[in-house]
């Protein structure tokens, strides 16, 4: 197994949307051993710290509906620098979250590092609501959007440059709560997704081939990066996240598909998020978390 310099980078967020406790969801995976689990593994680690995340009062900025725009922007600005700076020192970037809109900033900061960045986007949700469909205005339902270059132009041109991804490089899995506007651009888009449905119906190990060989095939993508919502997982594991769907994937279906990613050997940046450690049991999602970052970085029983 390949020795790798992580560097950790904590994103106390929780203003992409409307439910308080997600900005501790850093401090939990932390809490629960994600350093000396990577550790124990052989990696070498660093941890960065945390971005700073300007606590203002909410607000809807004029002429949008969209919730703590500028202050979003200003943590995804901020975020996407250090992920980039990361990188380009030769370490991987592992981003600990703190609500999903944290993508946007991670997204910006290796997105203009490769001419094909491929997208494995772990989620209950597509997270493809722009301004015009979202029902709530939460930031946190529109990184995917706002990564492909749809969306308010503030978050769209973060880093200067858009759009950060191609919707032909992403892959969707686990979704199973998906808004009416969200299917619409899936399909306009052609982004590959794999419900809940063809989970069920194929097995996440052909899943997880699929979506392998789907970005990999004829030097497609260039490198991949991992968005994991652990609300992607079914509740029954993972309590404490703000948008919980039933029905999910398993606990041990995700180790299969971290366990893979692994073994193929593409994921070079990956960001875990949406651990809120008021609405847990007992830490159980920090450590769901935890766990799944060991099996996506080799740790093995044998």
């Known amino acids: ?120 986007w772990y989620d209950a949700h597509a997270d493809m609501n722009t301004s015009d469909t979202s029902p709530s205005g939460n930031i946190h339902g529109m990184p995917l959007a706002v990564s492909m270059g749809l969306g308010h132009e503030q978050l769209t041109g973060l880093r200067g440059y858009t759009p950060k991804v191609k919707p032909e490089n992403i892959v969707i899995i686990g979704a199973r709560s998906i808004d009416p506007g969200e299917r619409k651009l899936i399909k306009e888009k052609g982004v590959r997704v794999y419900t809940m449905h063809e989970i069920d119906k194929l097995g996440m190990n052909a899943v997880m081939e699929e979506a392998i060989q789907y970005l990999t095939e004829e030097r497609k993508t260039d490198a991949v990066h991992l968005s994991l919502d652990l609300d992607g997982i079914d509740p029954i594991y993972t309590p404490g996240v703000g948008t919980p769907v039933p029905g999910g994937i398993s606990y041990r279906e995700s180790h299969l598909a971290m366990e893979m990613l692994h073994d193929a050997g593409i994921i070079t940046s990956a960001e875990f998020v949406e651990v809120n450690p008021i609405l847990d049991e007992k830490s159980r999602t920090a450590d769901v978390a935890v766990a799944l970052i060991g099996s996506l970085f080799g740790e093995k029983l044998l």
């Open 1 to 120: 197994m390949n020795k790798l310099n992580i560097s950790i980078i904590g994103v106390p967020m929780d203003l992409g949307q409307n439910r308080r406790g997600v900005d501790m969801g850093p401090s939990a995976i932390r809490y629960a051993g994600v350093v000396d689990r990577l550790k124990s593994i052989g990696h070498e680690v660093k941890d960065e710290g945390d971005i700073t995340i300007d606590k203002a009062a909410p607000e809807t900025s004029e002429g949008t509906n969209l919730r703590n725009l500028e202050a979003v922007t200003g943590a995804s600005q901020e975020l996407g620098d250090k992920v980039n700076a990361v990188a380009e020192a030769g370490n991987f970037p592992l981003v600990l979250g703190g609500d999903h809109s944290i993508a946007i900033g991670t997204l910006a900061g290796i997105g203009d590092r490769h001419q094909n960045l491929g997208v494995i």
